[in-house]
Nanobody, 127 residues
Framework: VQLQASGGGLVQAGGSLRVSCAAS????????MAWFRQAPGKERMFVAA????????YYADSVKGRFTISRDNAKNTVYLQMNSLKIEDTAVYYC?????????????????????WGQGTLVTVSS
């Protein structure tokens, strides 16, 4: 699966931004699509994930209620809508895909199991 992330940019705290990840090369039916982020000097962390077939969503506690992950079957694209952005949301956001016909809510959060990664898109939240 090839992944192309886009949509990052500069936004003020409290604002909104949507990043996208277009997938190609495989049918995504049994895949989990996820977003991870990595801030400068910090480890990569899980943000959100969605089961393509089931539509089940998973969120990190730090973004729950502010971020929404969704998918567009026709466009083979997954989105991350980010609202009420905080300065600490500043990071490079990466999309990832992994074959998981039956997702496990613990495994989807583990970046080590994802085999396919996009190039990342920078989100900067200013004060």
């Amino acid at each position: 699966v090839q992944l192309q992330a886009s949509g990052g940019g500069l936004v003020q705290a409290g604002g909104s931004l949507r990043v996208s990840c277009a997938a190609s090369g495989r049918t995504l039916t049994n895949y989990v699509m996820a977003w991870f982020r990595q801030a400068p000097g910090k480890e990569r962390m899980f943000v959100a994930a969605i089961s393509w077939r089931l539509g089940t969503t998973y969120y990190a506690d730090s973004v729950k209620g502010r971020f929404t992950i969704s998918r567009d079957n026709a466009k083979n694209t997954v989105y991350l809508q980010m609202n009420s952005l905080k300065i600490e949301d500043t990071a490079v956001y990466y999309c990832a895909a992994d074959l998981q016909p039956i997702p496990d809510r613990r495994i989807v959060r583990d970046g080590r199991i994802y085999e396919n990664w996009g190039q990342g898109t920078l989100v900067t939240v200013s004060s």
